[in-house]
């Protein structure tokens, strides 16, 4: 099992900043793949960024140059730095731990952002 605690949420203004983090624990963090997915109103859960255990990086095309995923293995603890913040980010954003070809999933409770125009 593992268990995942986001924080850093909030509500900012447009071009503002925010930086999400994610402490898990309960299992090797080093192992564990990391992705950050968002849910807006009325829209499905889609991927934001994702770091492998190797810190191989994917991002949405819509953060692109905007937002990084980074981990700390010290503090088992995944972030996501968010720049250039738009009113189009406003979602609840979620933790999610996995452990590829391992068929296991874990996800956060969720943090609201909040970005105003």
């Known amino acids: 099992q593992v268990q995942l605690v986001e924080s850093g949420g909030g509500l900012v203004q447009a071009g503002g900043s925010l930086r999400l983090s994610c402490a898990a624990s309960?299992?090797?963090?080093?192992?564990?793949?990391m992705g950050w997915y968002r849910q807006a109103p009325g829209k499905q859960r889609e991927l934001v960024a994702r770091i492998s255990a190797f810190s191989i990086t994917n991002y949405a095309d819509s953060v692109k140059g905007r937002f990084t995923i980074m981990r700390d293995n010290a503090k088992n603890t995944a972030l996501l730095q968010m720049n250039s913040l738009e009113p189009e980010d406003t979602a609840v954003y979620y933790c999610?731990?996995?452990?590829?070809?391992?068929?296991?999933?874990?996800w956060g409770q969720g943090t609201q952002v909040t970005v105003s125009s």
């Open positions: 999610k731990a996995d452990l590829p070809g391992a068929g296991q999933e874990y």
């Open positions: 309960g299992s090797i963090f080093s192992d564990l793949r």
